[in-house]
T-cell receptor, first 114, second 116 residues
């Protein structure tokens, strides 16, 4: 049973560029959430996708956008990159409607903005 | 708003020592509570969870009890191993309007180092 997978593992970009990160949820899951984890901090919620729509959003600017595809996989896009966007980006999947809706995390994508 | 406060690290213990990592929370209603672990260079792994007051979550020798009266969810292990060295995150998940599950809110994490 494949867990949550993310690509790429590492990415280096320069300020002002745009980046796309990808996530495939755990088999059987239909909901994808994205988190940003700065160095030495806990993850911060960016947004959640279910049925191809953004359902919840954290306190992140519009430069952060996403998409969910019919196969439940998801992309996170960040435009006009800033140095402060350097972080580990984590994707988590879950099954909507399950009793606890527990989220399972992928290994993350390490983004470095120079 | 909802929040989680964890004891600050780092915590350094000798192998076979007793571990406690304190976690308290602020939330309306009855959130679900979680402990996640992050090994060096990896993503988060769910360690244990509890969904209602007095529930005890347990896994791999770790335990935590959901204490509504003290709004706490302290992580404990009776005898730590070198392989337990990692960062531990306490998290909560409240309910949104309408009853659906909200997003996870994490503490800042506690780094544990276990020496042989």
């Amino acid at each position: 049973d494949a867990g949550v997978t993310q690509s790429p593992t590492h990415l280096i970009k320069t300020r002002g560029q745009q980046v796309t990160l990808r996530c495939s949820p755990k088999s059987g899951h239909d909901t994808v959430s994205w988190y940003q984890q700065a160095l030495g901090q806990g993850p911060q919620f960016i947004f959640q996708y279910y049925e191809e729509e953004e359902r919840q959003r954290g306190n992140f600017p519009d430069r952060f956008s996403g998409h969910q595809f019919p196969n439940y996989s998801s992309e996170l896009n960040v435009n006009a990159l800033l140095l402060g966007d350097s972080a580990l980006y984590l994707c988590a999947s879950s099954l909507k409607g399950s009793r606890t809706d527990t989220q399972y995390f992928g290994p993350g994508t390490r983004l470095t903005v120079l | 708003g909802n929040s989680v406060t964890q004891m600050e690290g780092p915590v350094t213990l000798s192998e076979e020592a007793f571990l406690t990592i304190n976690c308290t929370y602020t939330a309306t209603g009855y959130p679900s509570l979680f402990w996640y672990v992050q090994y060096p260079g990896e993503g988060l792994q769910l360690l244990l969870k509890a969904t209602k007051a007095d529930d005890k979550g347990s896994n791999k020798g770790f335990e935590a009890t959901y204490r509504k009266e003290t709004t706490s969810f302290h992580l404990e292990k009776g005898s730590v191993q070198v392989s337990d060295s990692a960062v531990y995150f306490c998290a909560l998940r409240g309910l949104r309007y309408g009853g659906s599950q909200g997003n996870l809110i994490f503490g800042k994490g506690t780094k544990l180092s276990v020496k042989p």
